[in-house]
């Protein structure tokens, strides 16, 4: 696990990698499934592709929806920003020039199965975080830092999920190893 930043404005970031004892085509297949992302996510409730997409694609959009004990629910917009069959998958959430957080998993091969790691950087756009540091400013390093904290506690479990997922999926020769 690694984090940078302090500030919101510094664009703060997380990344937390584990090892899969499956390939990368079959991790490739879970972490690019974005409806299949709220079974094993803390916070994001449901997702589907929009505009008719099939799946993921440069460019694609789908929306999220997510809730938060302290944060509330909320939707959002996401666009693939990178598509890259089975090494990257990475989206833009709101406006992809100015996106409000930048999430990416990047799949290496390595000692026969995946290394897994999956990346969030914060703003530069504004967000619920945002308008949380205008009302108290002078917490704004603890308020991005429990942020980070959480993100990386759901990163770890996330990744836990996929990896059991993908090994599962290996040795049963299931295509995606549904429960």
């Not at 990698?17 to 990368?24: F, L, M, Q, R, T």
């Not at 929806?65 to 990178?82: K, N």
Request: charged share 25%.
């Amino acid at each position: 696990m690694e984090w940078t930043g302090a500030r919101y404005a510094d664009g703060p970031t997380v990344e937390v990698d584990a090892w899969v004892g499956a390939a990368p085509e079959r991790v490739w297949e879970l972490v690019s499934d974005v409806e299949l992302m709220p079974e094993l996510s803390a916070e994001l409730r449901s997702a589907q592709w929009l505009d008719g997409a099939p799946g993921p694609a440069l460019g694609a959009r789908f929306v999220g929806h997510s809730a938060h004990e302290a944060l509330g629910e909320w939707q959002t917009t996401s666009y693939v920003v990178e598509c890259d069959p089975p090494r990257a998958f990475a989206w833009a959430v709101g406006d992809p020039e100015h996106p409000t957080a930048t999430w990416r998993f990047t799949l290496t091969l390595e000692d026969g199965g995946t290394r897994l790691r999956q990346w969030v950087r914060l703003g530069p756009g504004r967000s619920g975080l945002s308008l949380a540091i205008e009302r108290m400013p002078e917490k704004e390093q603890k308020i991005v830092h429990v942020r980070l904290r959480e993100f990386e506690r759901n990163i770890t479990a996330t990744l836990g999920a996929l990896k059991e997922r993908a090994e599962r999926a290996e040795h049963t020769g299931s295509r995606k190893a549904d429960a």
